[in-house]
């Protein structure tokens, strides 16, 4: 099947190898890997990566998000922007942006819920930052299936979204750019490098320092030797310029992801089937990821000069906006399956324990914005 219809038909490329004799053939001409080369060719290699040759998302995937557990999580999204939209004085057109949007799920239920404020579902101009062919397929189709669906538009990067007043929305986006690995040694942080060897790849460490070492925060000690230290380039990148879309907008964004405030420790981590793998064994063909260091995107955005509202717990957040009362209104609804189901997804949302804590959430808005939904209790 070409490239072009088994993109559309959301089916798996054979992949298997393939992008690990490429990694070996890029080794064996440049020499050992950074991290996030490493990371970023197995995810988006055009043809063998694992976002570029199928849906790694859902069930029958390698993992499930928020979104796909429940469609509580969209709408409770889509209504949080309606408020942004109001505080932001209701413009008569807004984009509506989302990073990654895996299968569209998030998008087609923000977009119900948007409903309720019919102004604001009218004003909506829908945009989706997706590289994957794969996904976009998914997403189209998802949008289709909408009554009264709004324009849309793909891009590949954030740099191409137009101008404008913006609404931005990001769910384990930010947890899939590359990140770069540092060990603390005797002689200061050195980059943590991939190599290849018979037996596959292996951690080798960088000679001397290496460039990504500079975008190390201050306070990050080498007083543990061995221990580890990440840096993500690509999402500061998008952090500061998310501020400068937001200030100029104006606009505002909201970032979910799994993370926290410390950039120490190892948090690369490959999931397959829905279970933990190895992060260098059969590169392409599981999810590679790592925790979002919301300290450091938070620095970010406030040095660019937008104002930044957390990161607070994603059960927190949504407890605030009101998941208890959606929960139960869909509980009563359905038959006693489709309420244990429900009852279930919001657990799984909102308990500490749970995503409700490994999850976090940041938002980043324009500094005269009256402070945004969620993140004004205790
Ligand atoms: N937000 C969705 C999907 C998360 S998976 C959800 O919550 O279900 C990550 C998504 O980001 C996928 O759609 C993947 O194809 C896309 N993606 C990953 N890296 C990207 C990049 N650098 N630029 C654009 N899209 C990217």
Request: hydrophobic share 50%; glycine share 10%; with cysteine.
């Amino acid at each position: 099947m070409a490239d072009r219809a088994r993109a559309a038909a959301g089916v798996s490329a054979p992949g298997s190898g393939a992008l690990a004799a490429h990694l070996e053939r890029l080794i064996a001409i440049q020499g050992p890997l950074t991290v996030a080369q490493f990371m970023a060719e197995a995810l988006l290699h055009p043809r063998h990566g694992t976002y570029m040759r199928a849906n790694p998302i859902g069930l029958a995937g390698d993992f499930t998000t928020a979104p796909e557990i429940s469609q509580m999580f969209g709408e409770l999204i889509g209504l949080w922007c309606a408020d942004c939209w109001q505080k932001l004085g209701a413009p008569g057109h807004v984009q509506l942006v989302e990073l990654g949007p895996g299968r569209g799920t998030l998008m087609v239920d923000a977009l119900r819920a948007a409903a309720m404020v019919p102004p604001f579902r009218a004003a909506l101009r829908v945009h989706l930052v997706e590289v994957s062919p794969v996904m976009r397929a998914l997403q189209r189709a998802a949008l289709d299936g909408i009554a009264n669906p709004p324009p849309v538009r793909w891009h590949d990067r954030l740099a191409e979204l137009p101008d404008g007043p913006m609404l931005l929305i990001a769910n384990e986006f930010f947890d899939a750019l590359p990140i770069h690995q540092f060990l603390a040694t005797p002689e200061g942080w050195r980059e943590r490098m991939i190599a290849a060897a018979d037996t596959g790849f292996r951690f080798v460490r960088a000679p001397g320092p290496t460039p990504a070492a500079a975008l190390l925060r201050r306070g990050c000690p080498t007083d543990q030797p061995g221990a580890i230290a990440e840096v993500c380039p690509a999402g500061l990148a998008a952090a500061r310029d998310i501020a400068a879309r937001v200030l100029a907008g104006p606009g505002a964004a909201l970032i979910i992801d799994f993370g926290g405030r410390d950039p120490r420790g190892d948090s690369w981590q490959a999931v397959r089937r829905h279970r933990r793998h190895d992060v260098l064994a059969d590169p392409g063909n599981a999810d590679l990821a790592a925790q979002v260091d919301f300290g450091a995107l938070a620095l970010a955005a406030a040095a660019a000069g937008a104002a930044v509202h957390g990161p607070i717990a994603q059960g927190v957040f949504l407890d605030a906006l009101g998941i208890g009362m959606r929960a139960a209104a869909l509980a009563d609804r359905g038959d006693k399956a489709r309420s244990k189901a429900v009852h279930l997804a919001h657990h799984r949302l909102t308990a500490p324990g749970e995503m409700g804590e490994h999850f976090k959430v940041l938002a980043i808005t324009d500094p005269d914005m009256p402070a945004c939904a969620g993140f004004d209790s205790p």
